[in-house]
């Protein structure tokens, strides 16, 4: 009797003790697995991220275990809904019928265990150059340089409360101008304080390597209620686009993941 009491004093510890390790480690392990996510982003780029770890998904064989899968789909900012989706040149969508769905516009899937919140937003003309100036200043820019694009979004990127100012401008793909020098410029002024988030400046050899950017999407991939930026950046037709997946921590924009 008293070696049986032994017994189950003994079965009652472990069972705490191997309850504890789970409570520890295993909460952790689960997290990881939650945040288990794939994306796409257009036709030519599909991310993983799995174990805190992002990955490109390139190989055939991998995309095609991603055919007839219910994926979450936005076009242009706008939610579709769960669609199932399918790759040939490109991505094809199905309603649950598997009935094509037609559409045009930016292209944006995610499948994974907990909701994504896709901010819609817009786009508009920029009318104060104020940072625009301090921007080419800083850059050895004229401030009488020519654009082909130049834009400003507004949104609460770590929902503080306080709306930050997305400025976009670039002088590629001119076929009224030829500039000396080309660039592309993306940044934030928040608190009144410029944090870039893409440069790209050189000289115009006329070789056709110019990138002009534009914001994809403001998705909160992690809901820490903070967004991350999908920057895109289109290239001469002949060669794909660029996505870059940026996050804002520790003062500073960082690339996540690319494409490239």
């Not at 004093?9 to 689960?30: E, H, P, S, T």
């Not at 794939?38 to 095609?64: E, P, R, Y």
């Not at 292209?107 to 896709?118: C, D, E, G, Q, S």
Request: charged letters at 25%; a negative charge.
């Amino acid at each position: 009797m008293r070696k049986k009491r032994t017994y189950l004093i003994i079965l009652i510890i472990l069972v705490v003790y191997f309850l504890a390790l789970f409570l520890i480690w295993g909460k952790d392990n689960l997290k990881q697995e939650k945040y288990t996510t794939t994306i796409m982003v257009g036709d030519n780029t599909i991310w993983s991220l799995s174990k805190k770890k992002w990955i490109n998904i390139t190989s055939k064989s991998s995309i095609d275990k991603l055919n007839w899968q219910k994926f979450n789909i936005y076009v242009d900012n706008e939610s579709l809904g769960e669609k199932y989706v399918w790759h040939s040149d490109k991505w094809y969508i199905f309603d649950k019928n598997k009935e094509a769905v037609p559409f045009t516009g930016k292209f944006l899937a995610y499948k994974t265990n907990h909701n994504i919140k896709v901010l819609n937003f817009k786009e508009e003309e920029i009318s104060d150059f104020t940072y625009i100036y301090e921007v080419l200043k800083e850059n050895n820019l004229s401030i009488n340089a020519n654009f082909t694009t130049s834009t400003k979004t507004s949104i609460d990127i770590d929902n503080d409360g306080i709306v930050e100012d997305f400025y976009l401008i670039s002088n590629a793909f001119s076929d009224e101008f030829i500039p000396d020098v080309l660039f592309s410029i993306v940044f934030m002024v928040k608190n009144q304080e410029i944090y870039y988030i893409y440069r790209d400046i050189s000289d115009n050899n006329l070789d056709y390597k110019e990138c002009k950017p534009y914001f994809n999407y403001f998705l909160d991939i992690d809901n820490d209620k903070t967004y991350e930026i999908i920057l895109s950046c289109g290239r001469y037709s002949i060669k794909e686009e660029v996505n870059m997946l940026y996050r804002f921590t520790d003062g500073s924009f960082k690339i996540i993941i690319s494409n490239q």
